[in-house]
């Protein structure tokens, strides 16, 4: 029986992998794709040659850093509950070549849409796209990235819903990975909207061996980064701070 559960998994990630490359995913626009962004409005963002409407979220893609401009969802508790239930599944294709660009890498493969979020396997195995990753430190990645991951879950479990919209952002010298030179961002963030309380905020962490994590209004953020992840959002509600959960750093004894 799990012989044929992963046979018929593998068969979906396949499937989803020819759609994504061959842009037969929903165009923005459609009423499929708005209710992943607030007031149904994309993020703003500098970078952006492909964009795909999937079951679970939404992304943007640069073909020019050779990774994800951003990723966007909207998140409700059944979702994240029906999540908990499931077990977790998915796989890089190891046939593709910005896959293979990250081995011996020295980044990990940084989901921007978490496979954590999504309710279903199908919506699982679509979040392991090369549009949906950027390289990651394995020290981000597996430490305060997935601590804020699952954060954000917790919101949507304690608040019903939450508008996330997630992506890197460059500065400066760009380091690359692999032969197709895949950009290696200076920071990842992850922009939140709470509807319930009309309260949004960012995660914005540098993307170092060592990285540190700091929570930022909308605005400033976008004023730094000339990114606007809600462009759909009051300013008011953009230059007010959501007082978001932060790690709290182990004591050395």
């Not at 976008?222 to 606007?228: E, G, N, S």
Request: some cysteine; overall charge positive.
């Amino acid at each position: 029986m799990q012989n044929i559960l992963n046979k018929t998994l593998r068969n979906i990630f396949l499937l989803t992998a020819v759609l994504g490359l061959t842009g037969c995913a929903n165009a923005y626009g459609q009423s499929q794709c708005d209710h992943f962004f607030v007031d149904g409005k994309p993020p703003v963002v500098t970078n952006s040659d492909q964009k795909l409407c999937l079951k679970g979220y939404a992304l943007a893609y640069s073909d020019q850093t050779r990774g994800n401009s951003y990723a966007a969802e909207y998140l409700i508790k059944d979702q994240v509950e029906k999540g908990k239930l499931i077990r977790r599944y998915g796989t890089f294709d190891s046939r593709d070549p910005i896959i293979r660009d990250y081995r011996n890498s020295g980044y990990d493969r940084g989901h921007m849409t978490p496979s954590g979020d999504m309710g279903d396997y199908e919506s699982q195995v679509q979040t392991f796209q090369y549009q949906n990753l950027v390289p990651q430190t394995r020290r981000l990645n597996s430490g305060k990235w997935n601590w804020i991951e699952n954060q954000v879950r917790q919101i949507a479990i304690q608040y019903g819903s939450v508008y996330v919209v997630t992506g890197p952002y460059f500065q400066g010298t760009t380091k690359t990975i692999g032969q197709h030179h895949i950009w290696v961002p200076y920071a990842t963030w992850k922009a939140i909207y709470i509807p319930k309380l009309q309260k949004a905020g960012v995660y914005f962490c540098i993307n170092e061996a060592e990285p540190v994590c700091y929570v930022q209004t909308v605005s400033f953020f976008t004023q730094r980064t000339k990114i606007d992840p809600f462009p759909g959002l009051d300013q008011a509600i953009k230059d007010t701070k959501l007082a978001l959960p932060k790690m709290k750093h182990k004591k050395n004894k």
